[in-house]
C-alpha cells in the first residue's frame, strides 16, 4: 500500500511531467498558477514554487525571478499555492496594509513571516494596489480620505485642522502654520496638512500669523517679554487679553557646557533646540543657528557643522522647519529631483540657489533616499536601458565569458573604466575605481600594468 507522502509525490511528478517545455532550457510559468513555473533543462522540467507571497514573472525565460504582486501581470493565471499567514502577514512575503483601517499611513513588509512596520513619508499613504506610498488622492483608499483619517495628536492636544489655510497668493500652503495659543515664540506646522509638529522661532524673535513668519517682535502686535518664569501679573493680563501671549527671554550661553579646551574647536548639541548648537573655537563659546533646511546631529558637514533637516532625528528637540523657499528650492540647503520623472541629475540648493549635480554615470536621482541610485531599483519611472544605454540579451549561451559570471552576466562596453553586469535582466554601468582598469580578456578590473591598452586610462582621465 502507497502511502499518502507517496501518493503527493507521484501527483507532483505527474504534473511536472504533463507540463511540456517550450524551449530546451530556460524559466516557464505554470499556465494556471501564478506562483508555480518550471525549470526546463534539456527539454526535462522541474515544477518550482515561489515563496508564498510572490509571484514568477514571465517577462524574460532566462531569469529566475520571483516578484511582489504588484510588479507581476499574472493574465490567466489565478491559481495560488494556499498562503501560510502568521500575524500581520496574510503571506509570509509581500506588502500588507496595516490592521486598522484607519491608519493609512503605515504598512507591513513581510519577509519569510516576518512582519516589518514601515512608515510613509510624512502625507503619503500607503496604496496596495500599487504597493507604494502615494497621495491620498492618488490612491483612492476608502477611509483614508483627509477628513476620515486618524488625526494625530501632540501632546499638548494639538491636531491639524482640516481647512486649507490661504497664504499671500491665495493659494493654499502645503505646510500651513498656526499660531500657539500661549507662547508667541511657538508655532505649530501641519506637513502636508495633516503631520503636527511643535516649531519655534530663532531666539530674539517671534511668530506672526498674519504673514506665516518669524519676525522681530516689534513688529507682531499683541507680545509681552518676561525675562524668567511668568509671573502672577503676567497671567492676569493674558487673563483679560492685554496681550494675546508671552515670550519667555531666552539667555542663549545660560547652561552652556564651558569649553574644555582654550584650543581647537568642539561642538555640541543644544538641548532643546535640533537647528542650534553650542561651538568652542579656541576657548570661545558661541551659540550658532544651522541654516534653512539644516539641523545639527554632531555628524554634519554640509555647512557649518550641520546636516539635511531629513538625515537627522531631532527626538524631542524644537526646530524651526518653515521652508523659506527661492525659486527651485524648498529650502535655502537640500537636495531635490530636477523634476518629475528619470534624470541622471538632481538640484542642490545652498544659500537657495540651485546648482544642477549630475550622478555617477549609470545612476539616476532617487527622491526617496535624496541619493543617485541604480536605475532598476527604479523601474516606477526610469528605464534603465536609457539611463545606462546598454539593453541585456534575452539569452547568454553557456560556455562564453559573460555566462561565467551567471546569474549576473557581465559584458564589455570598450570603456577601460566601466563594464555592464545584468541584474535580473537589467543593465547596471561598474565602475572599477581605485585605480583598476576593466580587462577585456577577464571581464574583471585588474591593475593598469595587466592591461597594455588601459595603461595611460587614468592619466589622460585627469588631464
Not at 555617477?360 to 545606462?388: F, I, Q
Not at 551567471?406 to 545584468?422: A, V
Amino acid at each position: 500500500m502507497i502511502g499518502a507522502p507517496a501518493i503527493v509525490f507521484f501527483a507532483l511528478l505527474g504534473l511536472s511531467s504533463a507540463f511540456k517545455c517550450p524551449e530546451s532550457n530556460g524559466f516557464f510559468a505554470d499556465p494556471k498558477q501564478c506562483d508555480k513555473y518550471y525549470e526546463c533543462v534539456d527539454n526535462q522540467p522541474e515544477e518550482k514554487l515561489c515563496p508564498d507571497g510572490l509571484l514568477f514573472e514571465i517577462k524574460n525565460p532566462n531569469h529566475e525571478r520571483c516578484d511582489l504582486p504588484f510588479s507581476v501581470d499574472c493574465g490567466e493565471r489565478t491559481e495560488l499555492q494556499p498562503a501560510v499567514s502568521t500575524v500581520q502577514c496574510p503571506r509570509k512575503n509581500g506588502y500588507f496594509s496595516h490592521e486598522d483601517p484607519q491608519v493609512c499611513d503605515k504598512f507591513y513588509n513581510c519577509v519569510d513571516g516576518t512582519a516589518n512596520v514601515v512608515t510613509c513619508p510624512s502625507g503619503l499613504i500607503y496604496d496596495d494596489y500599487q504597493g507604494t506610498c502615494t497621495w491620498p488622492q492618488d490612491a483612492q483608499r476608502k477611509g483614508c480620505e483627509r477628513e476620515n483619517r486618524k488625526k494625530e495628536k501632540l501632546p499638548d492636544g494639538f491636531s491639524c485642522p482640516d481647512a486649507d489655510v490661504l497664504g499671500n497668493n491665495g493659494r493654499p500652503l502645503p505646510h500651513p502654520t498656526y499660531p500657539h495659543p500661549e507662547d508667541c515664540q511657538k508655532f505649530y506646522i501641519c506637513r502636508n496638512g495633516i503631520q503636527p509638529q511643535l516649531g519655534s522661532c530663532p531666539p530674539g524673535t517671534v511668530y506672526n500669523e498674519a504673514n506665516f513668519k518669524c519676525e522681530d517682535p516689534e513688529s507682531v502686535p499683541g507680545w509681552m517679554a518676561v525675562a524668567n518664569s511668568r509671573g502672577s501679573f503676567v497671567a492676569i493680563l493674558v487673563a483679560f487679553g492685554l496681550v494675546q501671549c508671552v515670550v519667555g527671554i531666552e539667555y542663549s550661553l545660560v547652561g552652556a557646557p564651558p569649553c574644555p579646551d582654550t584650543y581647537g574647536l568642539a561642538t555640541h548639541a543644544h538641548p532643546e533646540y535640533c537647528d542650534k548648537f553650542y561651538k568652542c573655537e579656541n576657548g570661545t563659546l558661541t551659540l550658532e543657528t544651522c541654516e534653512n533646511g539644516l539641523m545639527f546631529d554632531g555628524k554634519g558637514a554640509i555647512h557649518n557643522h550641520c546636516n539635511y533637516n531629513w538625515a537627522v532625528h531631532c527626538d524631542k528637540r524644537l526646530a524651526d522647519i518653515t521652508p523659506i523657499s527661492t525659486p527651485g528650492c524648498l529650502y535655502q540647503f537640500g537636495l531635490y529631483p530636477k523634476t518629475a520623472g528619470c534624470h541622471t541629475a538632481y538640484v542642490k540648493c545652498a544659500y537657495g540657489v540651485p546648482y544642477e549635480t549630475p550622478c555617477e554615470p549609470g545612476l539616476a536621482y532617487d527622491d526617496k533616499t535624496h541619493s543617485c541610485n541604480w536605475p532598476d531599483l527604479l523601474l516606477d519611472h526610469c528605464n534603465p536601458e536609457e539611463v545606462v544605454g546598454f539593453r541585456c540579451p534575452d539569452k547568454v549561451e553557456p560556455g562564453t565569458l559573460a555566462y561565467k559570471f551567471w546569474p549576473y552576466p557581465r559584458f564589455s562596453i570598450g570603456d577601460c573604466g566601466r563594464l555592464i553586469t545584468c541584474v535580473n535582466g537589467y543593465p547596471r554601468l561598474i565602475s572599477c575605481g581605485d585605480g583598476k582598469v576593466v580587462n577585456d580578456a577577464t571581464l574583471t578590473c585588474e591593475d593598469p600594468e595587466i592591461v597594455p591598452k588601459c595603461g595611460t586610462y587614468y592619466a589622460a582621465v585627469k588631464k
